[in-house]
Structure formats: structure tokens, C-alpha cells
């Protein structure tokens, strides 16, 4: 089944303690982006991936780290969670048009992340 | 600057109603791709529909329809004959060429029976 993984669902931690939100997708989708949302804010792309070793800021990166070393996996690490960190976190993933342009996003189930 | 503005942030319905959600955009770019998504009250976010900015088209699949109009730079959604089932927040999203994906506010739609 097509599907894009993340993990932990939950997870509640503290200020300053590093954290890693792990997305794997089964799809062979070139293109891996992290997304946030917030109420009354929609979704805010944080970082995304066009390919291997290859990432891109998006909307709100600061305070995230992203790494692609496998076309499959796109973690988003919180190097010193801080409460404004606090929301629920979308992974998705997307073939590549011939123009390198973005298909239609498969999402993540999201994760919930309360820092306290 | 990108942008997508959904100015309606809920409506809410009597069942088989029609409702219209209306999404204005903003970009710079000769070249785009708009979206919209639906997220039911399971949290789970469904594709719905993609168009590029050189397809004025407008599209209609079941009681679902989309009217784009580069014109005004909008790309509203329409629900014809909605039901208990539409109820989620609507997100209309943008997407230039380089891959930077916009997401609006979203719209929270209440369909009542």
C-alpha cells in the first residue's frame, strides 16, 4: 500500500531536549517536505527536498534541521525544542513533473508535538 | 511574494445546500500549480484536485467543481448538494515552480443535516 510514515504519532517533551520526527514514504516520490499547523494559520512548509542531499528552506525553518540521505526517509530533527514548537507536524511526499514541478502531495498521518 | 488568502475561515450549511469556498492567490510566477486539499475531522489530508496556471478550464468532478480565474486570481471550490460527509477544513494551496508549497488559512465547513 502507497503510503507516507511518520513516527512518533505523539509525543510530549521538554525545552531543549533534541527530538526527531522520522518520514519514510514507499513510493519512490522524489520530492519530501515537512509542514506545520497551526490554528488559524493553515500549513506552513518548513523544509522540503527535490532529491538525495539535496533540501531547500521553506516558509519557517528556524529552529528545524531536515536531512535526505535515502530517497525513501526525510527526518525533521528539533535540535533545542522551545514551546513555540508546539503544533502538529505534517510530512508528505510528491513525484516530480518533467518540469521538476510538484505532483499531488501524499501526507503523513502527522505528528502531535507538545513541548513543555 | 506568494500568497493564498482563504477569506472564509468557517460556514456552515443545511445539508444539500450549495456552498462555494473562495481562494484568492498571489504570485509573481508566469508558471504555477494550485491545489486544493480537504481534512475531515480525522485529521488525514486528501488530495482533491491540482490545475496549472495555463488550464483556465474549469473542472467538475461529481458534485465537486472548480472555477479558475487567472483574471482575479482565484480558484474557488464549489460543493454542489453538499452532505453531512463534506464537513473538514479546505485548504487551497499554492505551488511556483521552485517547489515552495503555500497552504491558506484553510476554510471550516459545516455541513448540518
Known amino acids: 500500500e502507497a503510503q507516507v510514515t511518520q513516527n512518533p504519532r505523539y509525543l510530549i517533551t521538554v525545552t531543549g531536549k533534541k527530538l526527531t520526527v522520522t518520514c519514510s514514504q514507499n513510493m519512490n516520490h522524489e520530492y519530501m517536505s515537512w509542514y506545520r499547523q497551526d490554528p488559524g494559520l493553515g500549513l506552513r512548509q518548513i523544509y522540503y527536498?527535490?532529491?538525495?542531499?539535496?533540501?531547500d528552506k521553506g516558509d519557517v525553518p528556524e529552529g528545524y534541521k531536515v536531512s535526505r540521505k535515502e530517497k525513501r526517509n526525510f527526518p525533521l530533527i528539533l535540535e533545542s525544542p522551545s514551546p513555540n514548537q508546539t503544533s502538529l507536524y505534517f510530512c508528505a511526499s510528491s513525484f516530480l513533473g518533467r518540469r521538476g514541478e510538484t505532483g499531488e502531495l501524499f501526507f503523513g498521518e502527522g505528528s502531535r508535538l507538545t513541548v513543555l | 511574494a506568494q500568497k493564498v488568502t482563504q477569506a472564509q475561515t468557517e460556514i456552515s450549511v443545511v445539508e444539500k445546500e450549495d456552498v462555494t469556498l473562495d481562494c484568492v492567490y498571489e504570485?509573481?510566477?508566469?508558471?504555477?500549480?494550485l491545489f486544493w486539499y480537504k481534512q475531515p475531522p480525522s485529521g488525514e489530508l486528501v488530495f482533491l484536485i491540482r490545475r496549472n496556471s495555463f488550464d483556465e478550464q474549469n473542472e467538475i468532478s461529481g458534485r465537486y467543481s472548480w472555477n479558475f480565474q487567472k483574471s482575479t486570481s482565484s480558484f474557488n471550490f464549489t460543493i454542489t448538494a453538499s452532505q453531512v460527509v463534506d464537513s473538514a477544513v479546505y485548504f487551497c494551496?499554492?505551488?511556483?515552480?521552485?517547489?515552495?508549497?503555500?497552504f491558506g488559512a484553510g476554510t471550516r465547513l459545516t455541513v448540518k443535516p
Open positions: 504570485t509573481r510566477d508566469t508558471t504555477y500549480y
Open positions: 494551496a499554492l505551488s511556483p515552480n521552485n517547489n515552495d508549497m503555500r
Open positions: 527536498s527535490m532529491n538525495v542531499e539535496v533540501t
